[in-house]
């Protein structure tokens, strides 16, 4: 069985690989895009019924973890372990040997075991070391493949846009469709003061009754993601938002907007490109700062590594139409 969630293209890559090591898995873990500190499970092929299929392995973690650590491959012959310590497995299944090498680039971990015999040929350590080099290339091939899938539709929201076919919350609602992210807040900071309030919400039909009562409210710039914005006056992007992050809420504890473990945080610092224009003719603009969030479980490991600067333009074309902030529900 394989994981449902990964790119056809990998799902076969994983199976050809049990098939030409006559595994009982092979398994492919990609590191996360942010700090390197995690592999997460994105494709495997096996015979176990006990999979946990969204396995994720600290960089040092146990065997994976060490092969990712210490970028060198790793064969164990005569495995006498419980099999779950290899983090793929909810149980022990009776493996016998197991074999792993880093992906070239950093990218990851490709693994394969086996309950038939003790170890693995050198013939088929070999092997495995040159399909990572394999795989290492079809993980590029995909992420191009997606990322211009993203840059297709975020140049058709741009051609939407400025036609004047989208109003401002529609143009939110459909930048979160392009990115797969369920919630967008707007905040807005005026300098000197040490508060923010939230002046829109985006999403769906629940963000309306959790959202409401937030509206226009003031909040300090000591709490929440967004405060964390207004303070430091830069981007973020976290895929593990609410676990390892250091702030794992947006606004306050519970506050309700969203579940979702990926964050982007834009900051848009008082005057557009526009108004810092105007600022040269001798004209002072007053405009406030704004932190523009996004939540969502989306894949983002085909994302563009500076996702954040591609959409800030975007978001700042809406929020350069001055219409007024509202609650904005679908």
């Not at 990964?6 to 595994?23: C, I, K, Q, R, Y």
């Not at 076919?165 to 392009?178: N, Q, R, T, V, W």
């Not at 807005?188 to 002046?199: G, L, M, N, P, V």
Request: with cysteine; aromatic share 8%.
């Amino acid at each position: 069985m394989s994981q449902p969630s990964a790119p056809s293209s990998l799902d076969g890559f994983v199976e050809m690989v049990a098939d030409l090591l006559d595994a009982h898995t092979a398994a492919l873990f990609l590191s996360d895009r942010t700090d390197h500190r995690f592999l997460e499970l994105r494709a495997y092929h096996s015979l176990s019924d006990h999979i946990m299929p969204w396995s994720v392995i600290e960089r040092g973690e146990g065997l994976v973890g060490w092969v990712y650590k210490e970028q060198r491959p790793l064969h164990v012959n005569r495995f006498d372990h419980d099999s779950a310590t290899l983090g793929i497995y909810s149980e022990d299944v009776g493996i016998r040997a197991f074999l792993a090498v880093p992906l070239p680039d950093r990218l990851g971990v490709l693994m394969v075991d086996t309950r038939d015999r003790h170890g693995f040929p050198e013939k088929l350590q070999r092997i495995l070391a040159r399909l990572s080099c394999q795989g290492a290339m079809l993980i590029k091939s995909e992420a191009v493949r997606q990322q211009a899938r993203l840059f297709r539709e975020l140049l058709q929201w741009q051609k939407d846009f400025v036609s004047g076919g989208l109003e401002s919350g529609e143009a939110f609602m459909a930048l979160l469709g392009c990115m797969e992210m369920e919630l967008l807040l707007v905040t807005r900071h005026w300098k000197q003061s040490r508060i923010y309030s939230i002046t829109e919400i985006h999403g769906g039909p629940g963000m309306e009754t959790r959202g409401r009562g937030l509206l226009q409210k003031r909040f300090s710039m000591d709490s929440g993601l967004a405060g964390w914005i207004f303070r430091h006056g830069r981007e973020i992007v976290l895929d593990r938002f609410g676990r390892d992050s250091q702030v794992s809420y947006l606004i306050y504890p519970d506050d309700g907007l969203g579940s979702g473990n990926v964050v982007v945080g834009l900051f848009l610092g008082g005057e557009s490109s526009g108004s810092r224009d105007n600022a040269a003719d001798g004209v002072v603009s007053m405009r406030p700062d704004h932190a523009v969030v996004l939540r969502g479980s989306p894949d983002i490991w085909w994302w563009p590594e500076d996702i954040a600067a591609i959409i800030k333009p975007l978001v700042w074309q809406i929020l350069d139409r001055d219409t007024p902030g509202g609650l904005v529900a679908c």
